[in-house]
């Protein structure tokens, strides 16, 4: 392959160790000796710039605080390295994501939630405000936080036989803001709506029909492909008056989404909280 890792950071434990410093500065969680180069990969094509952000968590690839922050640090890269586009996807074979772990859900502590939901945040605001063109190259099962993520790119391609969706409502968890304008800037209100409040996981035809995604693919390689000939139609476009444009179009969302983060953060912790959320989770985890 053409693929060339991104240079590691010089020095990993000065990474950590400052994020570590960070998070006691502002009185958070210290997750320290994770290496979250491994978690989330990010390789760059020297032949056309694109950067591929892999989710590498195995057996799901659910997030945890770790996988969150790795991903945060992933999109810092590829911002950094301007790249010419950005294709998401997973290490897994047949499985994109399978949202939140559960087990950072399930009793959890309330200071690592906060964090969690703040991380994600941020998460947010870098790839659904990014200004190079991003795709998801969606492999195999994406339901939850995955398909969210997959939503604030510009394009997706997922295979066949996998299904998609936010299927919150089925866990009783109730569907954030943020989420809503996510899927809104993609589907319509009506879909948006049929979509969430039922917690319909879509087939990969049926995904197609709603416009949930652009295209279906045979396999993996053939939804990586169709993600890079999607990116080179921005090709000769130029870029900073591309990304000026896709910023104006989702400007109003950012806007609101910042307006009310604390907000967000108290409801998401209310509703992970609630006993009818915690006996699902108990329920799934066995317990
Ligand atoms: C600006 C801020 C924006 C904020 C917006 C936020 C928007 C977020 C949007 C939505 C959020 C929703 C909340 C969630 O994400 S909750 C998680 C919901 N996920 C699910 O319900 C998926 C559950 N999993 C499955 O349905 C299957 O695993 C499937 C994906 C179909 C794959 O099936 P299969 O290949 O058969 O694999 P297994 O089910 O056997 O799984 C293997 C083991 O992994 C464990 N597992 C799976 N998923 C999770 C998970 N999410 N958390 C923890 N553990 C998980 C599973 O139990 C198996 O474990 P074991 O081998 O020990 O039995």
Redo the contacts with the bound molecule.
């Keep these: 392959m053409l693929l060339r890792q991104f240079t590691r950071a010089p020095n990993n434990m000065n990474l950590i160790r400052r994020i570590a410093t960070n998070a006691i500065l502002k009185n958070q969680t210290v997750t320290t000796n994770i290496d979250y180069n491994q978690l989330v990969l990010v390789d760059v094509n020297d032949k056309n710039g694109y950067a591929t952000v892999t989710l590498n968590r195995p057996?799901?690839n659910?997030f945890n605080l770790e996988l969150m922050m790795a991903l945060s640090r992933a999109l810092d890269q590829v911002e950094r390295n301007n790249s010419r586009g950005m294709i998401l996807t997973s290490i897994i074979p047949?499985?994109f994501s399978?949202?939140?772990?559960?087990?950072e859900?399930y009793q959890a502590d309330e200071r690592r939630l906060r964090e969690f939901w703040s991380v994600?945040?941020d998460c947010?605001?870098k790839l659904y405000g990014s200004t190079y063109p991003t795709a998801a190259s969606i492999n195999g099962?994406n339901?939850?936080?995955g398909c969210?993520f997959a939503l604030c790119c510009e394009y997706r391609a997922m295979v066949r036989n996998s299904?998609l969706g936010?299927?919150?409502a089925r866990?009783g968890?109730s569907?954030?803001l943020?989420?809503i304008y996510t899927m809104r800037s993609v589907i319509s209100t009506r879909q948006t709506e049929l979509a969430l409040t039922t917690g319909t996981l879509f087939t990969s035809d049926d995904a197609l029909k709603v416009g949930l995604i652009d295209d279906i693919a045979t396999d993996r390689s053939d939804a990586f492909a169709k993600c890079e000939a999607f990116l080179d139609r921005f090709k000769d476009i130029p870029p900073v008056s591309r990304g000026y444009t896709k910023r104006s179009v989702r400007q109003k969302d950012m806007e609101e989404?910042a307006a009310n983060r604390q907000r967000?953060t108290d409801e998401f912790v209310r509703a992970v909280l609630n006993p009818e959320a915690q006996s699902s989770f108990a329920a799934?985890l066995g317990k």
């Design positions: 057996p799901v659910s047949n499985i399978t949202g939140f772990d559960i087990r859900l994600l945040q947010w605001f099962h339901p939850a936080a969210f299904k936010i299927s919150g866990l968890i569907i954030p943020p989420m989404i967000d799934f």
